[in-house]
């Protein structure tokens, strides 16, 4: 055990706890108070990442601890999967809070103190980074729950003279406890399990327990780690409403990251939880449930995407439907870990796909949520209606907007596109031995064509349609360059992702190396993984007799990309074509006005009727 990871935590905490103390008492100097909060949340950002790459370097993980509260000893695990998640809320939260500096100056909320906004910003990432290295279903997990609850339940309700985000809030607030609730019951119903029980000791007694009542233990952890990511139906009760209504950069957090506690909660308790003496068959069938549950949020949640003419509530919804295609991943894996050996290799891409759709999701969503929080900022409105034409205004959060758009839609060669490859490629490749499970992938594969609607409407109506000529704000313009450099870090960060994806599929095996449980003892051996074949321009799966069966290679999609516009550049200046300006024709109308022109709502409006049935509408 090596004490200096222990140290490591508690100095990042100890950094962030210090911090939600001092900075509320500078509230008073806005941009100053902002400073001092980053910088806390970078200083315990470096510490955790390097108490994460400690752990990844696989000389000291798995660490365990145990830390003593007065009367009360709390287990702690930090392994390679915990410090993926600590690298990942450390990264999201150091830019955002950067990024709140400027943001928080927004003339709307100028008449609110920043008090309890600095206190409650580094007190909720001290929650999310407690509970993923909590190691029990009790007392560490209820100290950590309710840090990251009541911390973002008030940063939700920041703008509280709104009886509108009040209420959103309190929702939050009601059904985030009663997913701790079941959490807690199911960690305290096993007998022989009590408060400060570890998690590999609860998984002992779970193999003991008859199947009614490991089942409802299950079902109680899956439905509360469920909700706080957003799975269907418990997704659509809180989570639109509270990721529209808070600050943006708080939104991004939400979205990003706080998200992700839950599907860290779904897998430790899929792959950690289940005792070895489980029957594979039932555990195959918590793979089937999970997986269609997964595919049903990812189509549901898109659907109601495409419908939404706020911004906020769009991207909104899109993160139910992209943590759906994670939910789906994890189902699957689970599944195939059976008896079936030949599966395991899919098993494999499934569960990767999930990691990188973790890793993909948290950049591209944070960095959609903040491009239009700068929108917002100089617009006055998120309203989808009232926008448009912003690229001549704002042409480098258009850009970047571009990128993570493009991203989120799993365009070829982007980050969105290699983790839904490999979430569609593990299920369409399962064929016959899991038939049910290529209907999945079709289903994955039609969504991921919403997704992409979705968006074009989204960056259309935002940046390229005109509109905001008749917005009530004149003053348009681009944001400071201080609320750009978060964004063009993201946006760097995604497309290294997108480019680069065999960097993230080493860190996976780094993962698997240095953690424990079912995913490291099926997965982690050098015969599995040696079916993923890496190289610089991308990843490939490899079927059983070493031929390559589905292909992820962006740098030489991008290549070819750039080999066929040089070659349609060329074609065009050999024929001689001559530019021709002409007005455009309004069908009509003599000058284009707001009272003529196409708004967001009109747009798949065909398409938007016939999905009425999944819900989500919105009024024209």
Same mark, same amino acid.
């Given at each position: ?13 100890g950094?962030?706890l210090?911090c939600?103390?001092?900075?509320p ?9 902002g ?6 949340t ?12 400690q752990?990844?370097n ?6 365990s601890?145990d830390l ?13 999967f ?11 939260a ?11 100056e927004m ?7 920043l ?9 909720f ?6 509970l993923?290295t909590?190691?029990?279903?009790s ?5 950590a729950?309710?840090?990251m ?8 309700r920041?703008d ?28 305290? #119903?096993i007998?022989?399990c009590?408060?400060?029980t570890?998690l ?5 007694q779970?193999g003991?327990l ?7 233990m ?13 799975m ?5 009760l809180?989570l639109?409403d509270?990721?529209s209504?808070a ?14 506690t839950?599907?860290?909660g ?14 594979a068959r039932?555990?195959?069938y918590?793979g ?6 997964g ?12 419908k939404?003419v ?5 991207n ?20 195939y ?13 499934a569960?990767?796909g999930a ?5 993909n999701?948290?950049?591209f969503?944070?960095?959609?949520f903040l ?7 100089t ?11 912003l690229?001549a205004? #704002?042409p ?7 990128i993570?758009?493009i ?9 969105g ?6 979430i569609?490629?593990?299920?369409l ?12 992938g ?23 349609s005109?509109g905001?000529e ?16 978060p ?7 995604c497309?290294?992702?997108?480019f680069?994806?065999w ?13 424990e449980?079912?995913?490291?003892q ?10 993923l074949?890496?190289?610089?321009s ?30 349609a550049?060329w ?5 001689g074509?001559?530019?021709r300006?002409a007005p455009?024709w309004?069908?009509?109308?003599q ?8 708004l ?5 409006d ?11 509408n919105?009024?024209?």
């Amino acid at each position: 055990m090596d004490q200096s990871i222990y140290q490591s935590l508690q100095t990042g905490i100890g950094l962030l706890l210090g911090c939600a103390v001092i900075t509320p008492w500078l509230s008073g100097k806005r941009q100053w108070a902002g400073a001092l909060n980053f910088l806390a949340t970078l200083a315990a950002g470096l510490v955790f990442s390097g108490l994460a790459i400690q752990v990844l370097n696989g000389n000291s993980a798995p660490a365990s601890f145990d830390l003593h509260l007065g009367g009360l000893a709390i287990p702690l695990l930090i392994d390679g999967f915990s410090a993926v998640f600590i690298v990942l809320i450390s990264l999201v939260a150091a830019v955002t809070a950067f990024y709140c500096i400027g943001y928080m100056e927004m003339d709307h909320y100028r008449h609110y103190s920043l008090r309890s906004f600095h206190f409650c910003y580094p007190v909720f990432i001290a929650g999310m980074i407690a509970l993923v290295t909590v190691d029990d279903l009790s007392t560490g997990f209820t100290i950590a729950w309710q840090m990251m609850t009541l911390a973002s339940f008030f940063l939700i309700r920041f703008d509280h003279k709104d009886p509108v985000i009040v209420r959103s809030a309190n929702k939050y607030l009601i059904l985030m406890e009663l997913a701790w609730a079941a959490v807690l019951a199911a960690g305290l #119903m096993i007998p022989g399990c009590g408060w400060g029980t570890p998690l590999h000791q609860i998984a002992d007694q779970l193999g003991m327990l008859d199947t009614g009542l490991r089942t409802l233990m299950l079902a109680l952890v899956l439905l509360g780690f469920g909700m706080k990511a957003g799975m269907f139906p418990l997704g659509q009760l809180w989570l639109p409403d509270a990721h529209s209504v808070a600050p943006s950069p708080i939104s991004a957090l939400l979205s990003g990251v706080m998200l992700k506690t839950g599907i860290y909660g779904m897998i430790r308790t899929l792959f950690w939880m289940t005792p070895e003496s489980m029957p594979a068959r039932e555990l195959q069938y918590w793979g089937l449930a999970v997986a269609l549950i997964g595919v049903v949020t990812l189509f549901i949640g898109t659907s109601q995407s495409l419908k939404q003419v706020d911004a906020k509530r769009l991207n909104a919804y899109s993160s139910i439907g992209q943590i759906g295609y994670i939910i789906l991943a994890i189902g699957a894996a689970r599944f195939y870990l059976g008896p079936d050996a030949a599966l395991h290799t899919l098993a494999l891409l499934a569960i990767l796909g999930a990691f990188l759709h973790v890793l993909n999701h948290a950049i591209f969503k944070s960095l959609l949520f903040l491009c239009v929080g700068s929108v917002q900022y100089t617009t006055g409105t998120k309203d989808l209606d009232k926008l448009g034409g912003l690229f001549a205004l #704002m042409p480098v959060t258009a850009i970047i907007a571009g990128i993570a758009a493009i991203a989120v839609s799993g365009v070829p060669a982007f980050s969105g596109f290699t983790s839904k490859w490999a979430i569609v490629a593990s299920t369409l490749l399962s064929g016959k031995a899991a038939g049910i499970f290529v209907i999945f992938g079709v289903v994955a594969l039609v969504t991921s064509a919403m997704t992409l609607a979705t968006y074009v409407k989204l960056y259309g109506m935002t940046f390229t349609s005109v509109g905001v000529e008749w917005n009530e704000k004149n003053n348009v313009h681009e944001v400071s360059k201080a609320m750009l450099a978060p964004k063009a870090i993201l946006a760097a960060v995604c497309l290294l992702q997108g480019f680069f994806p065999w960097l993230f599929v080493a860190l996976f095996g780094r993962v698997l190396a240095t953690s424990e449980g079912t995913l490291s003892q099926a997965l982690g051996t050098p015969a599995v993984f040696d079916t993923l074949a890496q190289s610089y321009s991308g990843i490939r799966f490899l079927g059983s007799a070493g031929t390559p069966v589905a292909f992820s290679l962006p740098l030489v999609m991008v290549a070819m990309l750039l080999v066929a516009g040089l070659v349609a550049l060329w074609l065009r200046r050999a024929g001689g074509a001559e530019e021709r300006s002409a007005p455009v024709w309004l069908c009509g109308y003599q000058t284009l006005n707001n009272a003529n022109r196409y708004l967001s709502s009109h747009i798949f409006d065909a398409f938007k009727k016939f999905m009425k049935w999944t819900g989500g509408n919105v009024r024209a």
